[in-house]
């Protein structure tokens, strides 16, 4: 259908050809049809009526303008005659055996209805001609053996050719050698040649790599060993090195131990007399305790006193007993050291509150830590009267008991002061023996951390040179070893390497003649495999 459809659409005139070969008939069936169409133009029921409508429209004016009835008949034909003349149908059928003989008894058009054309045998000429053509690109065969080799395809065609003659003569049986044959003896030698060459060349590669191995192994050996010699001598070094280094860790280490005993006890020390010093700073602080509220009850008195008040006892003419013993109390406490005056009167007394203003200055000044021994003295007969009271003596002048209770606290302060005063001194002369205990202590530590840095970037030095010394062993007995193997490697395959050099000589022998080992592989395979044995003899012994 669609060749005659595109019959059709094609202008009239152009020659279309139909090719059928031997493999496209897998049944005979399919004849059925070429024999029609080849006998009569057509295909009985091919088309449907529709179709058949369709390409007779198609038709129709062009009938018209060859001046043909557009009847149906007469566009049908005109379209069938238009097939018989554009379509060319072409049968390419082999006479090999008994195929062709029975196409055509049962096809009478496969033989009727077309021109055979016959193949008759290739001259010897064009056997070469041929030969050489095919054989002008292929690299692998030298250009002097071409010409021989192309001689050599063509006498095996025309032998082979006369040897069938012969064989079908004596044994009654058919051997057809055709061109196709010899241009597969051609390609035949090409693809040959080619894999030979690839194998042998693969060989020869191979021994060639083996015998470079060999006498690169055996220079490499005399490079391996000067190396060794060279890591030996390295690993020598690296040793004392390390050695050396282990005495310098080892020394300091030692230093380091002792400045650290020395600063274990001193601060075994230094935590004796901290705990000694907040012993005696607790004793310390715990006794002023106890001064405190007589030293705050001798400011509450003299916050009692005022110059009015003051001026007030002053103004008395003749005051009573107890009042004049504390004035006399409190000019001797003011009195300067060892010049306290014999008369402690009223008067004296008066005078010392002369200036009332410089009196009270005097008594908030007191230097009330340093009492002289004679002023304190000279104090404990006022202080052992019953009379010398602040409450008893309130009653006789307000003024007098603020006095007097100045000067009975005073006292009190200075005493528990004195008791004091030793623990001070002592906790003074502690904290002065910790300052000193921690300064020594910070120089020691200072000096064990300097020895401690220089013992690390020792130990890291040591460190390095051990990794050093382990790299560089490591290396020697890996050449040792590499060596070793060398030597293996060169003594095992010496006997092997006079063989692979004469082999490899045996193979370049044999690629100087794989041109015509392979041609007469090929002509034997393309052509002497249906001859029996002793025209096989023949062929290969006396013609090839």
Not at 28 to 40: P, R
Not at 65 to 82: H, K, L, Q, V, Y
Not at 138 to 161: G, I, R, W
Not at 413 to 422: A, I, S, T
Request: charged share 25%; aromatic share 8%; hydrophobic share 40%.
């Amino acid at each position: 259908k669609q060749w005659y459809q595109r019959r059709v659409a094609i202008t009239a005139g152009v020659p279309t050809m139909f090719l059928m070969t031997d493999s496209q008939v897998p049944d005979n069936k399919f004849l059925v049809l070429v024999n029609d169409l080849l006998s009569t133009g057509e295909i009985p029921d091919l088309f449907a009526e529709d179709e058949m409508a369709e390409i007779i429209s198609g038709v129709r004016n062009e009938v018209k303008a060859a001046g043909i009835m557009d009847s149906i008949e007469n566009c049908w034909t005109f379209f069938i005659d238009r097939i018989r003349t554009t379509l060319k149908v072409v049968l390419c059928f082999s006479p090999v055996g008994s195929t062709l003989r029975v196409r055509g008894r049962m096809f009478p058009a496969v033989i009727n209805c077309t021109n055979i054309d016959w193949f008759h045998e290739w001259p010897e000429e064009a056997l070469v001609s041929v030969s050489s053509t095919f054989l002008e690109d292929l690299d692998l065969l030298e250009p002097e053996y071409k010409p021989s080799v192309a001689e050599f395809m063509a006498y095996v065609q025309m032998t082979c050719n006369d040897k069938s003659k012969q064989y079908l003569a004596n044994d009654r049986r058919y051997n057809y050698t055709t061109p196709k044959s010899f241009l597969e003896q051609i390609e035949l030698y090409k693809k040959l040649l080619g894999l030979k060459h690839n194998e042998l060349q693969q060989k020869m590669d191979r021994l060639l790599n083996g015998l470079l191995k060999l006498q690169s192994t055996s220079s490499q050996v005399d490079d391996l060993k000067a190396k060794l010699a060279s890591q030996e001598i390295e690993l020598k070094q690296k040793n004392e090195d390390a050695d050396k280094l282990i005495q310098k860790v080892g020394v300091e280490t030692e230093k380091v131990s002792k400045e650290k005993e020395i600063a274990d006890a001193e601060e075994v020390k230094v935590d004796g007399i901290n705990k000694e010093v907040t012993i005696k700073a607790s004793d310390c602080e715990r006794d002023l305790a106890k001064a405190e509220p007589a030293l705050l009850a001798a400011q509450s008195a003299l916050d009692t006193l005022n110059k009015n008040n003051l001026t007030e006892l002053k103004s008395f003419g003749q005051p009573p007993p107890a009042v004049i013993n504390v004035v006399a109390g409190v000019l001797v406490l003011l009195s300067p050291p060892n010049k306290i005056p014999k008369d402690r009167g009223w008067k004296a007394g008066k005078l010392l509150m002369a200036k009332v203003d410089q009196f009270l200055d005097q008594l908030i000044t007191y230097d009330k830590e340093n009492i002289h021994e004679s002023n304190l003295k000279a104090i404990e007969p006022f202080l052992a009267q019953p009379e010398f009271d602040p409450e008893f003596v309130k009653s006789k002048s307000l003024a007098a008991a603020g006095l007097c209770a100045w000067v009975v606290n005073i006292i009190t302060f200075y005493k528990v002061f004195c008791d004091v005063e030793p623990k001070r001194m002592a906790l003074a002369q502690a904290n002065t023996d910790l300052a000193s205990a921690e300064e020594k202590l910070t120089v020691i530590k200072a000096k064990i951390k300097e020895l401690d840095d220089n013992l690390a970037e020792l130990t890291a030095s040591f460190e390095k040179a051990t990794a050093d010394k382990l790299r560089c062993q490591q290396e020697a007995e890996t050449t040792q070893k590499t060596i070793s193997l060398a030597n293996r490697l060169v003594g095992g395959l010496a006997s092997e390497n006079v063989r692979w050099a004469d082999t490899v000589e045996e193979f370049k022998i044999m690629a100087s003649k794989l041109p015509g080992d392979v041609l007469m592989i090929t002509a034997f395979i393309s052509y002497l495999g249906y001859f029996t044995k002793g025209y096989r003899d023949d062929l290969m012994n006396d013609c090839f």
